[in-house]
């Protein structure tokens, strides 16, 4: 199976931007498609976006789009998440999270992901 592993988050001002990362081993990570989800402080973990496993299709829930971007390097067994424009809302522990995927197919709810990283704190301040 694979293992996960977040980067990358950090304090940052409204309107500000950050970038995360996600290291992947263990396993071939073309053979996964990926997704970013985030846990606020009381609340259910909330899906953010996905990529399929070549990255040629891509998700994200309303809330994000326009602002992030999901993005994968399977040469370097990477995943990404581009976050501008900030707002405190965004404020949540990030989860990695992979799925052994059936040709392009994308997966938009967390529990069809087995596989977690430990996540990583963003904090946006107003």
């Known amino acids: 199976q694979v293992q996960l592993v977040e980067s990358g988050g950090g304090l940052v001002q409204a309107g500000g931007s950050l970038s995360l990362s996600c290291a992947a081993s263990?396993?071939?990570?073309?053979?996964?498609?990926m997704a970013w989800v985030r846990q606020a402080p009381g609340k259910e973990r909330d899906f953010v976006a996905a990529?399929?496993?070549?990255?040629?299709?891509?998700y994200y829930v309303d809330s994000v789009k326009g602002r992030f971007t999901i993005s994968r390097d399977n040469a370097k067994n990477m995943l990404y998440l581009q976050m501008n424009t900030l707002k405190p809302e965004d404020t949540a522990v990030y989860y990695c999270?992979?799925?052994?995927?059936?040709?392009?197919?994308?997966?938009?709810?967390?529990?069809?992901?087995?596989?977690w990283g430990q996540g990583t704190q963003v904090t946006v301040s107003s």
């Open positions: 999270a992979g799925t052994l995927a059936y040709g392009d197919a994308l997966y938009y709810t967390p529990y069809e992901y087995p596989y």
């Open positions: 990529i399929n496993w070549s990255g040629s299709s891509t």
């Open positions: 263990g396993h071939t990570f073309g053979d996964y498609a």
